[in-house]
């Protein structure tokens, strides 16, 4: 097992650049990032007291390698798009396709979203339609999404994901709309980049980030309003247990990602077919100290396990989002 030290050295780098910047031209940078990316950058800056000179260095030729490479074609690549599609086609045909390439280039209440706790989104769209809540929430990383959800009741929480697993796409006209209705109350944030939004992948994955508790409830509501949509919900998720059915390499390729102190808590809370799947994967000497990890570990809250099971989840999705693994669902060759 590892600790994502390639991950984390290269967020240890981007840290020592910006400050080496200093606070004016890092705050300009920071800007320009996703909150996530901010929150973990800031988190990096604040544990790092001391750097070695030569690192510092290091990282400042590298960035100056990786700049001198870069060149700026055009400074606005908005307009450019619009002026040359006017030109080429007539403003009428220009302007139907300008709005579906620049989709969604002006949704700053949205977006603002992404920078607020969970519970006070929750708060704010608690008295909103389902289908406006839905239409919102595939906006925000599923990990979000699921948050808010947790905040709402069953019965509205289950109507929402109804809609989300129901929604295909949304219309640049019905996203300016939405927009406006958050922009009343919200105001903020950075363009938001075009991407296909809800369907069963989606609903699936927010699923997923919930918590079993949850989970079943869902699920249940799912089955009896749409057993057929039921059915492709499920075949596109991927649980914890799940990861016993990988091969043995995958297992591997997580497990390096994966703090030894998360594995214990996050095991737990596992079967014992996915315990010896793991010391399967796993060196002797390794196995035998995660064993007695296991067995000297007093009781964990299933809160506590679910949320370490809910990290291990994240890894797995990012390593299938980079082509590292592959997680089979459904029929033989069936993949998600």
């Known amino acids: 097992m590892a ?8 967020v240890e780098d981007a840290a ?5 910047l200093g606070e004016e031209e890092a705050a300009g940078v920071f800007r320009h990032l996703s909150p996530k990316e901010v929150q973990r950058l800031g988190e990096t800056i ?3 007291k001391t750097v070695p000179r030569e690192r510092v260095d290091a990282v400042l030729a590298r960035f100056g390698s990786l700049a001198a490479e870069q060149s700026m074609l055009v400074n606005d690549t908005d307009e450019y798009v619009k002026s040359v599609l006017r030109k080429a086609l007539g403003d009428d045909k220009a302007n139907l396709l300008i709005d579906r390439i620049l989709q969604g280039s002006d949704v700053t209440g949205i977006e603002s979203l992404k920078w607020m706790d969970p519970g006070s989104v929750a708060e704010l769209l608690r008295n909103e339609h389902p289908q406006i809540v839905a239409a919102i929430l595939v906006h925000l990383e599923p990990d979000q999404a699921a948050d808010v959800l947790k905040q709402f009741g069953e019965r509205h929480r289950n109507e929402v994901m109804v809609r989300i697993a129901t929604l295909d796409g949304i219309q640049p006209a019905a996203l300016k709309d939405l927009n406006e209705v958050m922009s009343r109350v919200l105001a903020g944030g950075d363009k938001l980049r075009k991407a296909s939004l809800g369907g069963i992948k989606p609903a699936a994955e927010i699923i997923n980030l919930m918590g079993s508790s949850i989970e079943t ?4 509501y799912f089955r009896e309003a749409d057993p057929d949509l039921a059915q492709k919900i499920m075949d596109n998720m991927f649980t914890f247990e799940d990861l016993s059915k990988l091969d043995d390499k995958s297992i591997g390729l997580i497990l390096k990602e994966v703090q030894s102190e998360s594995l214990v808590i996050a095991l737990k809370g596992a079967t014992p077919e996915m315990r010896e799947k793991v010391f399967r994967c796993m060196s002797s000497r390794a196995a035998d100290t995660l064993r007695e990890d296991l067995e000297s570990r007093g009781p964990v809250r299933v809160s506590e396990v679910e949320a370490e099971q809910k990290e291990m989840m994240k890894i797995v999705r990012r390593l299938v989002d ?5 997680l ?3 029929g033989a060759d069936d993949f998600v």
């Open 3 to 10: 600790d994502g030290k390639g991950e984390d050295a290269g």
């Open 16 to 20: 020592i650049l910006l400050m080496s």
């Open 46 to 48: 604040a544990k790092m």
């Open 217 to 220: 409830a869902v699920l249940d």
């Open 322 to 326: 980079e082509g590292q693994i592959v």
């Open 328 to 330: 089979a669902s459904g």
